[in-house]
């Protein structure tokens, strides 16, 4: 349920490729209102896009003075807002390594959005009071799957339609529901059944390139260390529908 003090947000990325053509989605949901908005760019990187987004949303946002918590499965974004920047401020925006300090410019935009003017230059109280909260990329979490959609959709050159409107009227009934309620326990036992079922094959996304493998093994080999989506089917019929969701 909506609190009329806090303001919600939901963030996400994509880039197909790495670089490669790239989106972000927003959603906010505040005073009974929800604006969904996105956008892309070309060449970019995922955590460029993951930035964007956060960037966006809080742009939109201005200078309310409520809560907000900003909902991201970025652990990038989170770690770097939350605690490097402050390292990397200190040492002339560099890393640990010495090596220059990636995606600085977003970086810098992002810190003074949070902190304002005076906080960044190392002086002055936050402007905002944000609480950055991970949540888990494709594990049923309708403003997760909803800022994916709309960033895979900008990523893709195809904008979804966005929604500006009543809270109300919003499709999405429950955008604010994040808790592990019966219906995503539910979904959870399915996904163990799924996940004892023998396999048919296994479906790979990497660089926005589909394929398909016999063993797990060979999509392992593809998808490790990747940005990558993967899937079992269970049957043809099974992966010719998950390369139908992925085109």
Known sequence: MENKN????????SSLGNPGSGGWGAIVVADGNVKEFGGGENPTTNNRMELSAAIGALKFVGNAEKQIILHTDSSYVINGITKWIWGWK??????????????????????????????????????????????GGHIGVAGNNRADQIAVS??????EKLF?????????????DISHDA?????????????????????????????THKTWAECEVRVKGKKAKFKKALSKEDEESIIKEWQ
Not at 6 to 13: A, E, K, N, R, V
Not at 105 to 121: P, Q
Request: without cysteine; positive net charge; glycine residues 6%.
């Open 164 to 176: 500006d409107g009543n809270f109300a009227e919003y499709p999405i009934k429950n955008i604010l």
């Open 6 to 13: 806090t303001i919600y947000i939901f963030t996400d990325g």
């Open 183 to 211: 219906e995503q326990k539910k979904d959870r036992s399915e996904s163990r059944a799924h996940s004892k079922a023998k396999a048919y094959s296994y479906v790979s996304l990497v660089d926005g390139k589909i394929m």
């Open 90 to 135: 200190k040492n002339n925006w560099t890393t640990s390594t010495k090596s220059e300090v990636i995606n600085r410019d977003l970086w810098e935009e992002l810190f003074v959005l949070v902190n304002g003017a005076a906080s960044a230059e190392g002086y002055g109280e936050p402007r905002k009071k944000i609480e950055w909260k991970y949540v």
């Open 154 to 159: 900008f990523s893709k050159g195809k904008p």
